[in-house]
């Protein structure tokens, strides 16, 4: 029976030894850098890609509207001068 425990307690040890050197290898990769597999790496990188098309592409359009808002601010300011002259006309005595 002494036997039995003592064979069971070296084959648990074992087993924790080497359920600690794999998580101890998973955690030193993953400090190193590596975080999965070269196609999880793959993938990741590609939606980052995809991400910052996007964004350079949304970066576009708000340098185009941003343009659009330039001129309609002068076309706006033009209509007031315009406005605030004609109204300076028509308070002048004839």
Do not use: C, W
């Not at 590596?34 to 790496?41: A, E, I, N, P, T």
């Not at 949304?58 to 406005?83: I, P």
Request: glycine share 8%; no cysteine; aromatic share 4%.
């Amino acid at each position: 029976m002494e036997n039995y425990f003592m064979i069971m307690a070296l084959l648990g040890g074992v087993v924790a030894i080497g359920a600690m050197t794999r998580l101890a290898s998973a955690a030193a990769k993953r400090m190193s850098g590596g975080s999965g597999s070269s196609g999880d790496v793959k993938r990741r990188l590609e939606d980052a890609e995809q991400r910052l098309a996007e964004t350079e592409a949304r970066l576009d359009e708000l340098s185009a509207t941003d343009g659009r808002l330039a001129e309609l601010d002068e076309r706006l300011e033009f209509a007031e001068r315009l406005l605030q002259q004609q109204r300076e006309r028509q308070r002048l005595p004839p």
